[in-house]
Nanobody
């Protein structure tokens, strides 16, 4: 079973940058497809970025061009680099993992972290 721990959330001003990290432990990390999700108060959880075990990435339109997902398999760590943050990016951010990329894209991966809060003020 994969354990995921996010970090890096903070309260920041509009236009600033932030990098989230997600450290994985358990079965070989490099085998897993990973994703970043977020959930704002009163809204449904949404997938914002995903990366499969070989590196190809996918982003939702609202973050395309501002956020970058990456992984360091040697460090068992997933990253989300966020630029030009906006108040509408305020949410709890979660990383997730699954052996099957389709499950990550569909929003139904088997493994989830506890989340890290990002708050962007204007």
């Amino acid at each position: 079973q994969v354990q995921l721990v996010e970090s890096g959330g903070d309260s920041v001003q509009t236009g600033t940058s932030l990098r989230l990290s997600c450290e994985a432990s358990g079965p070989p990390y490099f085998m897993y497809c990973m994703g970043w999700f977020r959930q704002a108060p009163g809204k449904e959880r949404e997938r914002i970025a995903s990366i499969d075990e070989t590196g190809p990435t996918n982003y939702t339109d609202s973050v395309k061009g501002r956020f970058t997902i990456s992984r360091d398999n040697a460090k068992n760590t997933l990253y989300l680099q966020m630029y030009s943050l906006k108040p509408e990016d305020t949410a709890m951010y979660y990383c997730a993992a699954d052996l099957w990329y389709n499950r990550v894209v569909a929003g139904t991966p088997n493994y989830w972290g506890q989340g890290t809060q990002v708050t962007v003020s204007s």
